[in-house]
């Protein structure tokens, strides 16, 4: 299993990972057009978890904007497929991206907008930023001292 920039080939698949929760009452068709236009999407970096050369989960890396200040990122839109939910691939690909920013992308602090209850992001270390939605990891493992980014 490893951790890789999504190909612009495999976007669809990326969007169609949250069709049940994001679809909103579109169709299909109606979906994948406002994801391929979509003006947050053209501003972050995809990335994706491969198991024997399958995408088994998805989501997207901001910098640079939505108010995040150098140092900082986002991410958002994770995603796994409906049928593969539950078998850790989410945590995953979070922990791996996580690694990754840290390590080698002068990652000081990665925030994330929590859809769902926030135990899942707490269990991967992330802290609730108190009274909102917003949650962080420092690399330091630092408290919460910056400004919290727009949702995204
Ligand atoms: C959230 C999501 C990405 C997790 O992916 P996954 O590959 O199933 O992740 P894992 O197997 O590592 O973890 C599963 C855990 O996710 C959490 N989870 C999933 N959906 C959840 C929801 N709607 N509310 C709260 N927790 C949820 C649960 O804690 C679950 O653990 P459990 O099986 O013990 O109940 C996946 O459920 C998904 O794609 N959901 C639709 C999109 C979405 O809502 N994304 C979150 C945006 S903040």
Redesign the pocket.
Known sequence: MYLRLAEPYELDIVYL??F???GDGLSLDEYLSCCRNSGKYFRGTWYVLVEKEQV??A?IVYSGTFGLQEGSFGL???????T???????????NLVKAELFAHQNCEVLY??????Q???K?LGFVSVEGSDCMYIASDDAEFKGSMPDYF
């Open positions: 990972m949250g049940d929760v994001w088994v989960s989501l958002g839109s994770v995603a796994t497929p409906p593969l939910r539950r078998k850790g691939y989410g945590s995953k690909l979070v994330l907008h929590s859809d769902i209850d135990q899942f992001y269990r």
